[in-house]
């Protein structure tokens, strides 16, 4: 199975700050990354797509990029309600896999 | 809009069995794929498999396999879970997600807590 790996595993922020999370993949998955925000007792939901896909709705100041192993989620302005935990998942292959996720705080 | 909405929290003993349902509306159901993930507490998301309504194929995590069947019944537009031989290391929320394929999630059900004790 692919691998994963997130970091940092957390991050500590102000509102206003630029964030960027990294997902590096243990072997080349092409674009096949989606990238997904969950808060606490909620279910994930989907903020990019193919790498770098903005899905709809989802505010512009979300982006994604790379490809091959080593990926990238930006916000560039942090607002309140973004302080959350953060995963990839790859869809190269089967089995799907997840990130362990980065949780992004209030510093 | 799209809305998957699963049935209520279960506990069972080690040993035992559980069937999540996951009730869908808003969409053709026989369009998109449902996949099942679950999250231990405090960890992170764990891909199980995923089920085709249309043609009732089904595809499990390798570690599952012989324990776990995901099937769905288009009459209702509902997808189930059945995961049997629970362990302790099977308490979980559970959630179903839909997707256009297998790659990707855009709409997830509420999450079922599944308790092994």
């Known amino acids: 199975a692919i691998q994963l790996t997130q970091s940092p595993p957390s991050l500590s922020a102000f509102v206003g700050d630029r964030v960027t999370i990294t997902c590096r993949a243990s072997q080349a998955i092409s674009n096949a990354l989606a990238w997904y925000q969950q808060t606490p007792g909620k279910p994930p939901k989907v903020l990019i797509s193919d790498a770098s896909t903005l899905e709809s709705g989802v505010p512009s100041r979300f982006s994604g990029g790379g490809s091959g192993t080593y990926f990238t989620l930006s916000i560039s302005s942090l607002q309140p309600e973004d302080f959350a935990t953060y995963y990839c998942q790859q869809f190269y292959s089967f089995p799907r896999t997840f990130g362990q996720g980065t949780r992004v705080e209030v510093k | 809009q799209a809305h998957l909405v699963q049935s209520g929290p279960e506990v069972r003993k080690p040993g035992a069995s559980v069937k999540v349902s996951c009730k869908t509306s808003g969409y053709s159901f026989a369009t998109y794929i449902i996949t099942w993930v679950r999250q231990a507490p405090g960890q992170g998301l764990e891909w199980m498999g995923y089920?085709?309504?249309?043609?009732?194929?089904?595809n499990y995590v390798e570690s599952l396999q012989g324990r776990v069947t995901m099937t769905t019944d288009t009459s209702t537009k509902t997808a189930y879970l059945d995961l049997r031989n629970l362990t302790s290391g099977d308490t979980a929320v559970y959630y179903c997600?839909?997707?256009?394929?297998?790659?990707?999630?855009?709409?997830w059900g509420q999450g079922t807590l599944v308790t092994v004790s």
């Open positions: 997600a839909r997707g256009l394929s297998t790659e990707w999630f855009d709409f």
């Open positions: 089920v085709n309504p249309y043609s009732g194929n089904a």
